[in-house]
């Protein structure tokens, strides 16, 4: 099984910028590429950006310049750094494996006033 924790979340101005965390745990023996995905209210969970184990990435047209996935030495662990974020960034933002594993964390809220 595998626990995945998010973190980093709030309330922030449009134009600002805030640092999501993502720690994995348990039974985690074939990650290969870990990504950072969303899910506004009424709309689809949607991957916004993803990274793998040689350290390629990837980003959603929607947050391409805006937004950096990165990762520290633990395999496990991984960020994602956004900037200039706007109102329609506001959701839950949650951290898997790419293709995702079938259990989610609760995934932590980034809400983005105008």
């Known amino acids: 099984q595998v626990q995945l924790v998010e973190s980093g979340g709030g309330l922030v101005q449009a134009g600002g910028s805030l640092r999501l965390s993502c720690a994995a745990s348990?039974?985690?023996?074939?990650?290969?590429?870990m990504g950072w995905y969303r899910q506004a209210p009424g709309k689809q969970r949607e991957l916004v950006a993803s990274?793998?184990?040689?350290?390629?990435?990837n980003y959603a047209d929607s947050v391409k310049g805006r937004f950096t996935i990165s990762r520290d030495g633990t395999k496990n662990t991984v960020y994602l750094r956004m900037n200039s974020l706007q109102p329609e960034d506001t959701a839950v933002y949650y951290c898997?494996?790419?293709?995702?594993?079938?259990?989610w964390g609760q995934g932590t809220q980034v809400t983005v006033s105008s």
């Open positions: 898997n494996a790419v293709p995702y594993f079938t259990s």
């Open positions: 348990g039974i985690v023996f074939s990650i290969n590429t």
């Open positions: 990274i793998s184990s040689s350290g390629s990435k």
